[in-house]
């Protein structure tokens, strides 16, 4: 079963290696609130610029909490990262899916961002392997969408 | 609401334990009726009454295989959590275009 990847463009006023910058260096300062994973809320996101370095988000006491890493680290125009957060919204080393961002340049003298979030399936694989469990994967994830589905009516 | 109602029927569907392991069975390969009822301790009248839930549940899909009739594992279930995954990308982009946008703002171009 292949699902289609996620993949949705900004354009930003920043040039492609501003654009790269502020998106890989200055995560904490734009990732909206909540949307992280720790258990008490991120002060900072770490991106470790180069190839494997990892990623995560640090709380106000120092507990790090990881996403994922950085599979390819190529500025100004592009950024490839492993995004490890599973179906029940926990970082799991054995789960991967990769996120590229591509930072291309606009008409205007900005940049055009696009992300693509792929390999998708996995979560389902990934979801039915938690599915046995107590806080089975496939309501967890459905749960969250529940949530989501009820903000939008 | 339509929607999360499905996803509270998911729930309760996953919520016997046979279910699961019929739900698990066909996750990791889709299967007939026979197949699954062969490798647990219950009937294959009781295998087709589950499999018949979980299908409402939008859990598994069914499709004819000649005289047999084939489960996996319904797509759906997936693309309620890429629907998902979709508006975090769109809210997470919209906060990082208004987070560059005012950096560039407050850089003097010249």
């Known amino acids: ?153 | 609401m339509a929607k999360s109602q499905t996803a509270l029927d998911s729930f309760a569907a996953l919520g016997d334990g046979t279910r699961r392991a019929i739900f698990e069975r066909v996750a990791a390969r889709p299967s007939a009726v026979g197949e699954l009822a062969r490798g647990l301790p219950v009937s294959r009248p009781a295998v087709s009454q589950h499999l018949r839930v979980l299908k409402e549940a939008g859990l598994v899909s069914e499709t004819p295989d000649g005289t047999r009739r084939i489960y996996r594992l319904d797509p759906r279930g997936i693309a309620a959590m890429r629907d998902w995954l979709d508006a975090h990308w769109v809210s997470a982009l919209d906060a990082f275009k208004d987070f560059a946008d005012e950096q560039a703002d407050q850089e003097t171009p010249e």
């Open chain 1, 1 to 153: 079963m292949s699902i289609a990847p996620i993949v949705r463009t900004v354009e930003v006023k920043a040039t492609p290696a501003r654009a790269f910058e502020l998106f890989a260096a200055r995560m904490a300062a734009w990732w909206p609130r909540g949307k992280t994973i720790g258990k008490k809320p991120h002060v900072t996101v770490v991106m470790e610029p180069h190839a494997g370095g990892r990623w995560f988000e640090r709380d106000a006491e120092g507990t790090e909490t990881h996403w994922g890493k950085v599979l390819a680290w190529e500025p100004p125009g592009r950024l490839l990262l492993a995004w490890q957060i599973n179906s029940q919204w926990a970082f799991d080393p054995d789960f991967l899916t990769e996120v590229e961002l591509t930072f291309a340049p606009a008409a205007g003298g900005g940049t055009l961002v696009t992300l693509e979030h792929r390999d998708l399936e996995r979560f389902g694989a990934d979801a039915a392997a938690h599915a046995a469990t107590l806080d089975g994967g496939w309501p967890t994830l459905l749960g969250g969408f529940a949530q989501y589905a009820d903000t939008q009516t």
